[in-house]
């Protein structure tokens, strides 16, 4: 039996990285499907290729897990691209049952698709990508939370949006202040 992990792992965590480890000793194989929505493109932080090669980095070790992406329902890609497989999501707390039950029911409900839920460790209940993201925007250390791909890209991208600060600082310095009049 297969798997496909389906989310926006923007970027992974440990969390998810935790499920995904589960689940590759239950299932023959799991897809990690990175799915993408036009309207919400701009929204990430890291665009799909980067969080493709960095769910990439992530799993090379674990032999029997691919990376895929899919833009388009969720049931379409389970019929067409891996008929058979069933949708794996992970659980964090009781908050995020109701979410996911409701998409469970409706991922059934059009498409005859069976979701099947791994809960991470408890010590991963409290991390998310979103949560990662804003840490890491301040230069905070996220290392202990996120497989080292994810900590090196976030790393990058921390320095990239420092150095564009900076080069936005010189820039307004060095324009030229107009003289007030009677100065
Ligand atoms: P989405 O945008 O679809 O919620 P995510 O990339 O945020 O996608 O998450 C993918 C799946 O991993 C979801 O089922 C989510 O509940 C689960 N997940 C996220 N963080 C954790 C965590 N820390 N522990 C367990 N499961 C998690």
């Given at each position: 039996m297969n798997a496909v992990f389906p989310g926006s792992f923007d970027p992974i965590t440990s969390g998810h990285m935790d499920v995904l480890t589960r689940a590759a000793k239950i299932f023959d194989r799991v897809t990690v499907t990175v799915m993408h929505n036009a309207r919400k493109q701009g929204r990430h932080l890291?665009?799909?290729?980067?969080?493709?090669?960095?769910?990439?980095?992530?799993?090379?070790?674990?032999?029997?897990?691919?990376?895929?992406?899919?833009?388009?329902?969720?049931?379409?890609?389970?019929?067409?691209?891996?008929?058979?497989?069933?949708?794996?999501?992970g659980l964090r707390a009781v908050s995020d049952y109701e979410y996911e039950l409701q998409i469970a029911?409706?991922?059934?409900?059009?498409?005859d698709a069976e979701t099947v839920f791994i809960m991470a460790a408890t010590r991963w209940s409290f991390v998310s990508s979103s949560m990662i993201r804003e840490i890491a925007s301040y230069g905070g250390d996220v290392s202990e939370m996120v497989p080292r791909a994810s900590a090196a890209a976030l790393r990058r991208r921390h320095a990239e949006a420092y150095a564009e600060r900076e080069a936005e600082k010189h820039e307004h310095s060095e324009t030229p202040q107009r003289e007030q009049p009677g100065h």
């Open positions: 890291f665009t799909l290729e980067e969080r493709m090669d960095i769910l990439r980095g992530a799993t090379t070790h674990l032999p029997n897990v691919r990376v895929d992406t899919f833009g388009g329902l969720l049931v379409d890609y389970m019929a067409h691209q891996e008929p058979g497989s069933v949708i794996l999501r029911h409706l991922n059934r409900q059009i498409g």
